[in-house]
């Protein structure tokens, strides 16, 4: 089970941290990755870390957003600076024992948070 914290309101060019803590379940040999669902659009892939510790980022975040790992606390971060409005959307964490490339599969196996609302304004 993933519970996922942090979202909120901040203006253009704020920073916000979402974490994502893990029970039931390691984060220390999974794909984790974070995605985001913005109002009328499909889900997005944000950020994935493989179970080799290989990283990505969706073009758009490249440089201002920041994923991390911490296995002895079994959580996960996403730092995300200098936020645009475009960044507005439901924030979903996720980890799965497959992968797909660096990121979880998406598989009926994978362990999604709860979503967490980051709304950016202008």
């Known amino acids: 089970q993933l519970q996922a914290s942090g979202g909120g309101l901040v203006q253009a060019g704020g920073s916000l941290r979402l974490s994502c803590a893990a029970s039931g379940v390691s984060l220390r040999h999974v794909y984790i990755g974070w995605f985001r669902q913005a109002p009328g659009k499909e889900r997005e892939r944000v950020s994935c870390?493989?179970?080799?510790?290989?990283?990505i980022y969706v073009d758009s975040v490249k440089g201002r957003f920041t994923a991390s790992r911490d296995i002895a606390k079994n959580t996960m971060d996403l730092q995300m600076n200098r936020l645009k409005p475009e960044d507005t959307a439901v924030y979903y964490c996720a980890a799965e024992a497959s992968g797909w490339g660096r990121c979880p599969r998406g598989g009926p196996s994978a362990s999604w948070g709860q979503g967490t609302l980051v709304t950016v304004s202008s």
């Open positions: 870390i493989s179970r080799e510790g290989l990283m």
